[in-house]
């Protein structure tokens, strides 16, 4: 379709939605691509990613009618944790497939008539344009925000604060209890890590962009000295100073795709890194822990999750402290 042609179609539907739009009590907010007017309470949002939006909306209980998604090997389409974080996919909910987040179907959106649109920094600043002909569209940039500071903007220009802070207050009393548990945990050393199935590439977490990551953060766990001094949030590692990673825990990531079992994570590391385990005393004193990564997400429920999962791994267990076993 020509871009003319499709934009006359957008008209087309603006003009159609205007009626129920002015019935709508709006309100102004500021996201990281300007100031908009947007529903008080939206009756039809459609997220442009979704495990960073659509998840955390549906579990808000957000009016979510449509999403980008993934597509397998096999063609079918999935929401990115869906099934492992909520138990919702395409199949078992209402919420309407729109393309993936970097191939988003602009028809399929404006036919959904949503009342709110809701992206990311990686969402193309040319169709986000395009898309505010539909209805507002509004840039919340995680990578500045941090997880709980997106999932506290989402709830809010969703309309369901309420329902975000009730949880998020749970969860801080949650993070006490196993802290109670732990002890002293400045004292305990954690390093994060994601590694690829192909073994070609090493990344370090320093802050809170994910589950694990935040709760990691909250339980106050100290950081090895290099890891701390990163400047981003997240950043690509060199196998010649994989020493420096070491810590009392080192935890990773599997299941990120369908090749990415535990064994071809662990496999994929002595291929970044020969002799990894060895020049790792958390890895020699099996202190090297790999999680299920996409049950995590970016929800509320991830961070429970991910919270008894350290627990888990820290307080219920003994273990030899990185100094000691130095």
Request: some cysteine; aromatic content about 8%; glycine content about 8%.
């Amino acid at each position: 379709m020509s871009r003319f042609l499709f934009r006359s179609t957008l008209a087309a539907l603006a003009l159609s939605l205007i009626a129920p739009a002015l019935a709508q009590e709006t309100r102004s907010v500021t996201a990281a691509n300007g100031t908009f007017d947007i529903p008080v309470a939206p009756q039809r949002i459609v997220a442009l990613n979704d495990q960073i939006v659509a998840l955390p909306l549906y579990e808000l209980g957000a009016a979510l009618v449509g999403s980008a998604g993934r597509v397998d090997a096999d063609g079918k389409t999935f929401l990115r944790g869906g099934m492992d974080t909520l138990g919702i996919d395409y199949s078992n909910t209402d919420i309407e497939y729109v393309g993936q987040f970097n191939a988003l179907d602009l028809e399929a959106i404006a036919a959904l008539q949503p009342d709110l649109i809701i992206g990311g920094t990686y969402t193309d600043p040319a169709v986000v344009d395009q898309l505010q002909a539909i209805a507002p569209t509004l840039v919340i940039d995680n990578g500045t925000l941090g997880l709980i500071e997106t999932l506290r903007t989402l709830a809010d220009v969703s309309g369901q604060a309420g329902n975000f802070e009730a949880r998020y207050q749970r969860y801080l009393g949650n993070v006490e209890r196993t802290k109670s548990y732990i002890g002293d945990t400045s004292a305990i050393s954690v390093t994060t890590t994601f590694m690829f199935p192909a073994g070609e590439e090493l990344w370090v977490y320093r802050s809170n962009l994910g589950a694990i990551a935040q709760v990691l953060s909250d339980l106050g766990f100290a950081q090895p000295a290099a890891v701390a001094a990163l400047e981003d949030p997240q950043a690509p590692w060199s196998a010649e100073l994989i020493q420096e990673l070491d810590a009392d825990f080192i935890f990773g990531f599997y299941r990120q795709q369908p090749d990415a079992t535990p064994e071809a994570i662990r496999a994929a590391y002595e291929k970044f890194a020969p002799g990894w385990c060895q020049a790792l005393t958390a890895c020699q004193k099996d202190q090297m822990v790999l999680l299920p990564g996409p049950t995590f997400g970016s929800t509320m429920a991830g961070l429970d999750l991910a919270l008894d999962l350290v627990e888990t791994h820290i307080a219920g267990r003994p273990f030899i402290p990185f100094k000691e076993a130095k």
